[in-house]
């Protein structure tokens, strides 16, 4: 149970979340974020195992890992 992630939205008071403008590239907003891409291809968590590029799946429970 400690991997499964909470169902309670731990912000409080303000929402911190930036508010977006939707026509920002339709009015010729240039794209910021930096193109490289971050992710490790290496699964670096203890007791998963990467099946693809975007997803992995929780082995732990097999080899007695919680």
Same mark, same amino acid.
């Given at each position: 149970?400690?991997?499964?992630? %909470?169902?309670?939205? =731990?912000? %409080?008071?303000?929402?911190?979340?930036?508010? *977006?403008?939707?026509?920002? *590239?339709?009015?010729?907003?240039?794209?910021?974020?930096?193109?490289?891409?971050? =992710?490790? =291809?290496?699964?670096?968590?203890?007791?998963?195992?990467?099946? $693809?590029?975007? %997803? %992995?799946?929780?082995?732990?429970?097999? *080899?007695?890992? $919680?």
């Amino acid at each position: 149970m400690a991997n499964k992630r %909470s169902g309670i939205d =731990r912000r %409080s008071g303000i929402d911190r979340r930036e508010v *977006y403008d939707l026509d920002y *590239y339709s009015r010729g907003g240039v794209e910021r974020r930096n193109p490289v891409e971050r =992710r490790s =291809r290496v699964e670096r968590r203890a007791g998963w195992l990467r099946l $693809t590029e975007w %997803s %992995s799946v929780f082995l732990g429970s097999l *080899y007695g890992r $919680t």
